[in-house]
């Protein structure tokens, strides 16, 4: 019998010092019940504390479960870490309210460095392998052709646009125009149809169809107070 596939946050306490920690699991095939038996948070922090002192010291809880959308759990943690300011408190363990830290310009570990020329040969030599088809994601290059499709006259990308339009056309349907048809003969003939009904100003008993009568009239109607 397989393990039902169950989003969860928890929270885990680091019994020294009372600071927490709270997390979200969303992985393939996670369960809260490996919560702190083969699952032990992906913090390198606690992952050290547990090295330093075993995982004795700690209390763990499984606050909140997701079984029908497991990727909710996420949201659910960043909503939780924002709320709290998690990174401003000295009490807790995240260094982050649930977004990843920038890692632009001076940040980011590889600022200043170069890749050597044998890193970029390997590099390259990846690339090529996921171009085309040989790309996983590759899907036959339809928005690709449909992009770089030329025509050779202005008639013919004329012609070509308005075959699409056609084909696109939900009026193209025979149903959708006898649908249409119908609903606005309904509406002409019970009156509901505002561009047929007529209207009489209550001021100076003008007749008038359609709503320009409100528009252009019944608020300009000289006798109007």
């Given at each position: ?42 913090s ?33 943690e ?39 020329d ?26 690709a ?71 252009f ?9």
């Amino acid at each position: 019998m397989t393990t039902p596939h169950i989003g969860y946050t928890y929270c885990i306490i680091f019994k020294p010092t009372r600071q927490f920690y709270y997390g979200s699991r969303c992985a393939k095939n996670c369960h809260p019940s490996e919560l702190w038996a083969t699952y032990f948070t992906s913090s390198v922090i606690v992952k050290n504390l547990i090295e330093k002192h075993g995982t004795e010291s700690f209390e763990y809880e499984i606050r909140k479960i997701f079984p029908v959308n497991p990727k909710q759990a996420q949201f659910w943690e960043k909503k939780v870490l924002r709320r709290m300011k998690a990174s401003q408190r000295p009490d807790c363990l995240n260094r982050s309210n649930g977004v990843v830290p920038s890692r632009h310009g001076w940040r980011n570990s590889f600022f200043g460095k170069e890749h050597s020329d044998i890193t970029r040969k390997v590099l390259s030599e990846r690339a090529s392998k996921r171009i085309g088809e040989k790309n996983s994601n590759w899907k036959g290059g339809k928005t690709a052709l449909r992009k770089m499709k030329k025509y050779e006259t202005e008639e013919e990308k004329r012609e070509a646009q308005s075959i699409f339009m056609m084909n696109n056309n939900p009026m193209s349907c025979k149903e959708k125009r006898e649908k249409v048809s119908d609903s606005a003969k309904r509406r002409m003939e019970d009156g509901s149809n505002p561009f047929c009904k007529i209207h009489v100003c209550p001021k100076c008993c003008k007749i008038g169809k359609g709503p320009s009568m409100f528009r252009f009239h019944f608020d300009n109607c000289r006798y109007h107070t």
